[in-house]
C-alpha cells in the first residue's frame, strides 16, 4: 500500500487556504517528502503526517515556494530526536543551497546527506521503495520523480511441490530469502511465479510539457502533475514561464497511460481550480484536481 | 491611532493552530514587521495584512523560528511590485544571514539595507515612527524593540493669539511648518503648548528577563513579551534556554509601569496559556495572553 498526501497545492505563493506545493508518499514504514515550501511543517502537523518516518527529501527545484521550507523541516526532524543521517535529492547545487539555508539551522542532530543529479540519473532505495529522478523543462534546473512500490512475485504452489519445498519454508522463500533445512539448500525461485506489478506514483512541477514526461510516468497508479494554468487564454503565460496548462497536463497523463491524474500548483490568479476541471477531463477523463490534504491509499489490484 | 497585530504567537515550533512568532505594527501608512519566521505571508495573508506598506523589517535573532520566513515576505514583497529599498535591522551578523537565505530569491525587485546593531546602538525614523533596538539576553544575540509615535505638542490658543498669529496659519503651524503672510514670518513655537505623550509599543523575545528591558519598555502603552513557560516548575528550564516565564515577563511589566501586558512566544509544550496567567495577572493585572490575530487600536489618551 502506498499512501499518497498533498500537502500543498499552491504555486508561487501560499494562499490563506491554499499552501505552496508539497507531497508526502509514504509506504512500509518509510516516508518520501517531495518540496518543502514555506508552511510545509504547519501542513503536516494539521494533517498529522508524522515526521520521523521521514527518509528522504525530494527538491524539484531550487525557487523558495519549493525549498523554503526546509530549515523548518529539519528542524522538526531533529526536534523529534532523529539521529539517522537524512538523504536529500536535488538538481545540481543542491549542497550549496542546502548549506546556505542551513545558516539558519545550527546544531541539527543528524548529518544531511545531499545526492545531486548528474549524468548518471539520481535514484535512491529502501526496502521495496525506489525514488527515480527525470528532468524536465523550467527556467532553472528542475527534476520531476518517480516513486514506485515493488511487488513480490507470485507464490507458485504447484512449483514449490514440484521443487520438493518444506512449507514451512514458503514464507521465508516467497520473501526472497534463501534457506536451508536438514542440510538441503533451498532457493527462492524454487517457489517464485510470475513477475507482478507494483505500485508507480509520478509528481511533477514546474515544466513545461515535454516528452521525457510522460515517458517517465508511463503506467503511472497516479500522475501527480502541475497545471499552474487552467483558462486557455493563459498559455503564452505558461509558456513564458515554463509552466502548464490543465489540458497540456492532461495530455501527458494520456499519454503516459496513467490510471489517475491530480492536478497541483495553482497560479495564485486560478482561484477555483475546479471551474477548469474540464478543459482536463475533455483529454483525460480520470482527471482530478488537488487539493491541500487530498489523500489517497494506493492498493495492488488484485 | 497604532494598530498591533500578533501574527504568531508560538516559540520554537509552529503548531497546527499557533504558528511562530511575529507582530506586525502599522502607523501613518507605514508597517513595521518584527521577526519572520515559517508561515509569517501566510499569517498576513488570513489576517488581511497589507505587504506594501511595510518599510522595515526587524529581525531579533537568528533563530530558524524568527526568520525561515523572510524569503517568503520579501518573495511577497517583490510580487506587490515594490521597488523602494527595504530596511532590515538585527543584530550583529544580519547581512550574512540575509544574503544566505536570499540565495533562493534571486530577482528581487528592490534593494535590501541591511542594518546591524553596534556599539551606537541601532534606531530608524520614518514620520512620526522612531523604531529603537535594545540588546536582551539569550543564547546567541538578540535583540528587544521599541515602537514610538510621537505626538504633536499641543495647541496653545492663547499663546498663538498673544503673538498675533493669524487664524489661517494655525493648523500649518500645528504642525511644525513655518509660514510667511504679509511679510511677516510665523515659527510653529508662536503656537505650540506644552509636549504630549504619544504611543510606545515594547517587543521582547527570546530572552531571560534583564533590568534593561523594563527601562527600555519603561511607560509603554503596550508591552509584548516572551512567556515561553507559565508552570512555576519549568523555571530551571527557562533559564537554561534563556527563556521567560510568565511571572517574569509580568514583573518586567510592573518595572516598566506598562499600560498593557500580552504574553506571546509560548513553549509547545504550553498547549493552554491561558491555564497559567493567573501566575502573571496576580504581579500585573493588566496581563493578556496573547494569540495569533489578537490585535489593538492604540490611540492618545485624550
Partial sequence: ???????????????????????????????????????????????GERFKPIDIICITHFHADHISGLPGILLSLSNDGRTDPLVILGPRGLARIVSSLCVITPGLGFDIICREYSDKGLCYK??????TAFPVRHGIPCLGYTVTLSRKREF???????????????????KGISAELDGVRYEPDMVLGRERKGLKVTYCTDTRPIPAIAENAAGSDL????????????????KETYHMMFSEAAGLAKKAGAARLWLTHYSPSLTSPEDCLDTAAEIFPAAECGFDGKTIELDYPD
Fill in 1 to 47: 500500500m502506498l499512501k499518497v498526501t498533498l500537502l500543498g497545492t499552491s504555486g508561487m505563493m501560499p494562499m490563506k487556504d491554499r499552501w505552496l506545493s508539497s507531497c508526502i508518499i509514504s509506504a512500509q514504514g518509510h516516508s518520501i517528502l517531495i518540496d518543502a515550501g514555506e508552511g510545509t511543517q504547519i501542513s503536516m502537523r494539521r494533517l
Fill in 126 to 131: 529502501t526496502d521495496d521503495l525506489t525514488v
Fill in 156 to 174: 507458485d504452489k504447484e512449483k514449490a511441490a514440484a521443487n520438493g519445498v518444506p512449507m514451512k519454508l514458503w514464507s521465508t522463500l516467497h
Fill in 223 to 238: 500522475f501527480i502533475c502541475e497545471g499552474m494554468y487552467g483558462e486557455n487564454d493563459k498559455l503564452p503565460r505558461a
